[in-house]
């Protein structure tokens, strides 16, 4: 990665929700999108759903931009054009374009990544663009003004990041209807109705056509993966282990359906995407080693079911480290159901918990604090079992670079 944009994003790798020093960025600097955009918010399976769409148009011939997130190891990750990273010597060139501007309105290192992506995107002009949302919805910072929304997607709603977004499921999932556009449809996942009414009231202010996920249907893990079905198709196959998946595949198909009269795809190219589409830490297999970036309860629970359901019939150790704002009182105690030992560790983040912040279970389970000393001494001490890595994608990351 460019030294100088990786030395920015260490040094401004804080958390704001205030939009204020960004908006006066955007409205200042003019930063604009003209492309037609598909935003994607949600507390499960956005990124998953973003990567199936952008495989998924870019199987069909069209120009896709996408940016999801996270990255694992360099920024350039996020931010892609038909499936390749952004080249170094051009995010140097905007970084270098930008870098003053972002240190006068003092950008986060995550409203300096989105308008790197954004500046890269108005210069190519991609076909569509598949954007992933940060945390929340209106005020987040890729909800640009005048973002040019074609279809907003909410994937999922639980209790999380309460201290931004709200304190009920309802709270929350308003804030996330933030990104629902004046009469542009809105798809939203499988939610239950202290979620869904709240953003159905925020679509009829809207006058945005609300459309819900359908069920898929006939699940069954073979070699190749998981096959399904997901109306009009039949024997669709994502590959891999993760139940879930299924889940967010039918939300990224249903969203080529209700746009299909702009943007027609065939069905092989839904298929064909659909097989090539794997984003890392998603029950991510290495032998017997696990990488699963589930990080708040209802992430939790399916990450229980794809294990369940994966038939692999090994006693699973856990190696778990979270961010402070995560619902660990009720994570832990549901992994520990069918967990041989959960280790707690920590890794370098600005929100990840450490050992004080651990203090009340520390009766409960192990703590280590070197994270790469207590995967190497579980690989050692287990070999056969399985050992799974979860409670954050950032620190599903930083092992599974380790490991690698």
């Known amino acids: 990665m460019v030294k100088e944009v990786e030395q920015y994003i260490l040094d401004n790798d804080k958390g704001r929700y205030s939009r204020d020093e960004f908006d006066a960025y955007c409205k200042k600097e003019k930063l604009v999108l003209s492309s037609p955009v598909i935003h994607i918010t949600g507390s499960n399976g956005k990124g998953s759903t973003a990567s199936f769409l952008a495989h998924i148009y870019a199987r069909a011939g069209y120009k896709v931009g996408s940016f999801i997130k996270p990255a694992f190891y360099e920024v350039n990750e996020c931010i892609r054009i038909n499936g390749k990273t952004i ?100 798809l939203v996942g499988k939610l239950e109705e202290a979620a869904l009414e709240p953003i159905r009231d925020y679509a009829k202010d809207m006058d945005a056509p609300l459309y819900e996920v359908e069920d898929f249907h006939y699940p069954d893990k073979k070699e190749d993966g998981y096959h399904f079905e997901y109306r009009p198709y039949k024997d669709l196959v994502v590959p891999g282990l993760a139940y879930y998946q299924m889940t967010n595949a039918s939300l990224a198909i249903e969203a080529t359906k209700i746009l299909s009269s702009k943007y027609p795809v065939s069905e092989q190219a839904i298929r064909e995407a659909l097989m090539e589409s794997q984003l890392p830490g998603r029950f991510e297999r290495h032998g017997n080693i696990i990488f699963d970036g589930a990080h708040n309860p209802e992430a939790s629970s399916a990450l229980i079911r794809a294990l369940s359901r994966a038939g692999l019939n090994k006693p699973i150790h856990i190696l778990f480290a979270a961010m402070r704002d995560k619902n660990i009182a009720v994570m832990l105690p549901m992994l520990n159901r069918d967990a041989e030992s959960i280790t707690l560790t920590t890794f370098p983040h600005y929100r990840a918990r450490n050992e004080e912040d651990y203090f009340l279970y520390i009766g409960d389970y192990e703590y280590k604090e070197d994270a790469k000393a207590a995967l190497d001494e579980l690989i050692q001490t287990y070999p056969e079992d399985l050992i799974l890595v979860t409670g954050s994608l950032a620190f599903v990351g930083f092992l599974r670079r380790f490991y690698q």
């Open 87 to 186: 080249p170094d010597e051009i995010l140097a060139e905007l970084f270098h374009k930008e870098e003053k501007a972002f240190r006068k309105y003092g950008l986060s290192a995550f409203e300096a990544t989105v308008a790197l992506a954004y500046r890269y995107f108005e210069e190519e002009k991609p076909d569509i663009l598949i954007i992933e949302c940060g945390m929340g919805g209106e005020t987040d910072a890729t909800n640009i003004l005048n973002l040019p929304t074609v279809l907003s997607i909410i994937t999922s709603v639980s209790l999380e990041h309460t201290a931004y977004l709200g304190t009920t499921v309802s709270q929350i999932a308003y804030s996330k209807a933030g990104i629902i556009k004046e009469e542009k449809p809105i």
